[in-house]
């Protein structure tokens, strides 16, 4: 079993660790801080050292329960090494601003438009979510959207990650009024839900990696959109950095 460290904490950059297994191409841990893909957020990419090799991280990704560092070329390592792990930021930082962007976007949809989220794929540059019931969606509409989200995300809204058994999670997301039916999704090996709290404005259970302030994700614009199935709409979207 690998130990995660992005459940607890999204800003370790750096990391040690010890290989507790290799494959032709991946490289196991017994702890990591690369996200594998998974939850409609990429896997990370990244490096991985030893005092003498350094293997590129292509990707992260989960098989059958184990979390695989994928190499490009020959796995240059043993088990029992010692290593550094270090994500690429630049990737992992805006997948945190689009991912905590998207949960808003779809609380505000939730809230003003009365839609469900239904998909979601959070990569660098452009994400995307697929919402229902909805037919089509206006330029009227998407202003209208845009502008209450950058209205929240300029609210400086703290993002704070929490632990809650299964069933407290789907009682209180429920009683708050959050959404909570996409959690009968989530397999019943998974006994402790992370909930992402963004201010008081949205909580939602989710593994995926996201920032500490609204302040961190800029500004949003919702770009095409395009019908994914009866009453189903995705959209997709981009944002502004804050330092732009
Ligand atoms: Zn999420």
Same mark, same amino acid.
């Given at each position: 079993?690998?130990?995660?460290?992005?459940?607890?904490?999204?800003?370790?950059?750096?990391f040690?660790?010890?290989?507790?297994?290799?494959?032709?191409?991946?490289?196991?841990?017994d702890?990591?801080a690369?996200?594998?893909?998974? +939850?409609? #957020? %990429?896997?990370?990419?990244?490096?991985?050292?030893?005092? /003498?090799?350094?293997? &590129? !991280?292509?990707?992260?990704? $989960?098989?059958?329960?184990?979390?695989?560092h994928?190499?490009?070329?020959?796995?240059?390592?043993?088990p029992?090494?010692?290593?550094?792990?270090?994500?690429?930021?630049?990737?992992?930082?805006?997948?945190?601003?689009?991912?905590t962007?998207?949960?808003?976007?779809?609380?505000?949809?939730?809230?003003?438009?009365?839609?469900?989220?239904? +998909?979601? #794929? %959070?990569?660098?540059?452009?994400?995307?979510?697929?919402? /229902?019931?909805?037919? &089509? !969606?206006?330029?009227?509409? $998407?202003?209208?959207?845009?502008?209450?989200?950058?209205?929240?995300?300029?609210?400086?809204?703290?993002?704070?990650?929490?632990?809650?058994?299964?069933?407290?999670?789907?009682?209180?997301?429920?009683?708050?009024?959050?959404?909570?039916?996409?959690?009968?999704?989530?397999?019943?090996?998974?006994?402790?839900?992370?909930?992402?709290?963004? +201010?008081?404005?949205?909580?939602?259970?989710?593994?995926?990696?996201?920032?500490?302030?609204?302040?961190? !994700?800029?500004?949003?614009?919702?770009?095409?959109?395009?019908?994914?199935?009866?009453?189903?709409?995705?959209?997709?979207?981009?944002?502004v950095?804050?330092?732009?």
């Amino acid at each position: 079993m690998t130990e995660l460290l992005y459940m607890r904490d999204n800003y370790i950059r750096e990391f040690e660790a010890t290989i507790i297994g290799t494959t032709d191409n991946s490289i196991i841990l017994d702890r990591t801080a690369f996200y594998p893909e998974g +939850g409609g #957020q %990429i896997g990370d990419k990244g490096t991985i050292q030893s005092d /003498s090799e350094k293997a &590129s !991280i292509t990707s992260t990704k $989960k098989i059958d329960g184990a979390i695989h560092h994928i190499v490009e070329g020959p796995v240059p390592f043993t088990p029992n090494q010692k290593i550094v792990g270090r994500i690429d930021w630049d990737q992992r930082y805006e997948c945190m601003r689009f991912h905590t962007a998207q949960h808003i976007l779809s609380r505000y949809l939730q809230l003003h438009h009365g839609l469900q989220t239904v +998909g979601n #794929q %959070i990569t660098c540059g452009n994400s995307r979510a697929d919402y /229902s019931p909805l037919d &089509s !969606i206006g330029d009227d509409m $998407k202003l209208e959207v845009q502008d209450g989200v950058n209205s929240i995300l300029k609210q400086n809204l703290d993002v704070l990650l929490t632990f809650m058994p299964r069933k407290e999670a789907t009682n209180y997301l429920k009683e708050k009024g959050y959404q909570f039916r996409y959690l009968e999704m989530v397999p019943k090996s998974v006994t402790e839900f992370r909930i992402i709290s963004v +201010g008081a404005y949205d909580a939602a259970s989710c593994a995926g990696t996201h920032v500490a302030n609204t302040s961190e !994700i800029g500004e949003i614009r919702l770009g095409k959109t395009k019908n994914v199935g009866a009453g189903k709409r995705r959209l997709y979207f981009s944002l502004v950095s804050p330092r732009e």
